[in-house]
T-cell receptor, first 112, second 114 residues
Framework: KQEVTQIPAALSVPEGENLVLNCSFTDSAIYNLQWFRQDPGKGLTSLLLIQSSQREQTSGRLNASLDKSSGRSTLYIAASQPGDSATYLC???????????FGTGTRLTVIP | EAQVTQNPRYLITVTGKKLTVTCSQNMNHEYMSWYRQDPGLGLRQIYYSMNVEVTDKGDVPEGYKVSRKEKRNFPLILESPSPNQTSLYFCASAPPRTGRYGYTFGSGTRLTVV
């Protein structure tokens, strides 16, 4: 069964820093990988989707990479802002499974 | 606007009182799914549906029922809620699994069973 791990579980950085969130998965047979943002007690907002054939995707200050062979993805956030404070979840859509496999998230705090 | 709509957003109920959480999507997606999110356990799939009248169990289906009579709607039914079903619930939908498009989630339903 696909297992998705996110490290670190929590991260605190000063405003303006660039940062990297990590996601690893055990089964490389995937359709795609999605990064979500979740504010406390709120819904999931899709940030980026990387198809299995792609290496990276960019949206504004966010850049997500995918190395399917090694089972890794990273989310790079440039010039972090206090408004970026949230929990970031990665989720893998696995081939042959009718499920989205989630990591347990990285809780990011950006200090003004 | 393309979206998944869940209702209610918040619900407090008593043990044993049947309830339904509604989910509707306006994107003509064939696939729909329910998840629950609990601290330390992450998001776990309850049930999913590949199309109208086709539903199947996810990882944690006990105590839940679903139905898919129309493409756009996928209600979650708790026939006899118990306190261990207190959780944050999410409905999601997705187009055919080509990898090009991801899942869209609703805003969540916070359920408390006392």
């Amino acid at each position: 069964k696909q297992e998705v791990t996110q490290i670190p579980a929590a991260l605190s950085v000063p405003e303006g820093e660039n940062l990297v969130l990590n996601c690893s998965f055990t089964d490389s047979a995937i359709y795609n990988l999605q990064w979500f943002r979740q504010d406390p007690g709120k819904g999931l907002t899709s940030l980026l989707l990387i198809q299995s054939s792609q290496r990276e995707q960019t949206s504004g200050r966010l850049n997500a990479s995918l190395d399917k062979s090694s089972g890794r993805s990273t989310l790079y956030i440039a010039a972090s802002q206090p408004g970026d404070s949230a929990t970031y979840l990665c989720a893998v859509d696995q081939t042959g499974a009718n499920n989205l496999f989630f990591g347990t998230g990285t809780r990011l705090t950006v200090i003004p | 606007e393309a979206q998944v709509t869940q209702n209610p957003r918040y619900l407090i109920t008593v043990t044993g009182k049947k309830l339904t959480v509604t989910c509707s999507q306006n994107m003509n997606h064939e696939y729909m799914s329910w998840y629950r999110q609990d601290p330390g356990l992450g998001l776990r799939q309850i049930y999913y549906s590949m199309n109208v009248e086709v539903t199947d169990k996810g990882d944690v289906p006990e105590g839940y029922k679903v139905s898919r009579k129309e493409k756009r709607n996928f209600p979650l039914i708790l026939e006899s809620p118990s306190p261990n079903q207190t959780s944050l619930y999410f409905c999601a939908s997705a187009p055919p699994r080509t990898g090009r498009y991801g899942y869209t989630f609703g805003s969540g339903t916070r359920l408390t069973v006392v």
